[in-house]
């Protein structure tokens, strides 16, 4: 079976203007990279195109209401849908194709189409819910797969591990009484945006203890992140034995990303998605789907997402760069988190 690379221009047409953080520029970069890398030559890869999610898909998550305000407002030449979401005239239909994306992603994984898939699209998804956008996120990606694969698939087990650096306010809210994704997120501290994320916030309902949050102090870098991930969220995971895995992959957590905090090094990418793929092939025979998500250096996102891609397909680029500084006060703050949260999720699994 082959990695799929999920990809369309479409998702370039969503224009937000030349300074705006999350702009085509974007995509431009990563296929860039992946083309440069020869990736695109390897019987192991697949390049796929996505078709446009059906409104009905868009349901599963949306309510028609604002579906069709964001239809309505594309069509009318676009606008601000939030203060930092920017549509186009075009902005609906790419949205649409971003879900798409999203959706053959996870189909082609679970009909054993595709070892594992990246979807490569924008607008990103993870902060909007049900009736809003927000941080440049229109409809929720990830979320609509969840449904998806719950809905046509029959599955009762799926997790979700996001990894941008801001928390997934939208992909919580929609699955904060359900115990039938486990959701977890590890992002920097939400004191500023989006002001969800705490360790408190475990789920409410069937959905109590389905939520794991680790906030982690500004400039933590890459010992506390592996440390979050190897000491909470796969021990949590291993026990809730999902039948698939979704990953929202943001990569803005980059060190000299300018619109995030964490301090991390490019190197942990392609480490954290090995580490994914092993965990994925022990417990949900390898069902893994990424999604992407944030990430605003183009020198970055040029480079480590084909070293991903390389890794989901048993392939190795090799990235060059410089180590980030180490704050060790972030650091040790970070032990206090991780073990606060341990703390707090013991109630509900075994750490």
Known sequence: MVTAIIYS???????????????PQRLMAIMDGIEKSGLLNNNNIRMVRPKPASIENLKLVHESEYIERVKSICESGGGLLDEETQVSRESFEAARVAVGGALEAVRGVISGEFANAFAIIRPPGHHAGPAR?????????????????????????????????????????????????????????PIEFPRTGFIWEVGEGEGRGYTINIPLPY???????????????????????????????????????????????????????????DFARGVCNGRMAAILEGGYNIWLLKRVVAACVAKMAGLTIKIKDKSPPINLLAQKEAEKVIRNVRRIQSRYWSL
């Open 9 to 23: 221009p479409k998702c370039l047409e969503h224009k937000t203007g030349n300074q705006h953080p999350e702009r």
């Open 133 to 189: 956008s927000e941080g440049f996120c229109i409809f929720n990606n990830a979320a609509i797969a969840a449904k998806y694969l719950i809905r046509e698939w029959g599955l009762k087990r799926i997790i979700i591990l996001d990894i941008d650096a801001h928390h997934g306010n939208g992909t919580q809210e929609i699955f904060y009484e359900d115990s039938s994704v486990l959701y977890t997120s590890i992002h920097e501290e």
């Open 219 to 277: 400039g933590s870098g890459d010992p506390s992140f592996w440390k979050s991930l190897k000491t909470i969220v796969l021990p949590i995971a291993a026990q809730y034995k999902p039948q698939f895995m979704l990953v929202s992959v943001g990569f803005d957590g980059y060190y000299r990303d300018y619109i995030a905090d964490l301090s991390l090094s490019a190197y942990i990418y392609p480490r954290i998605f090995q580490l994914i793929l």
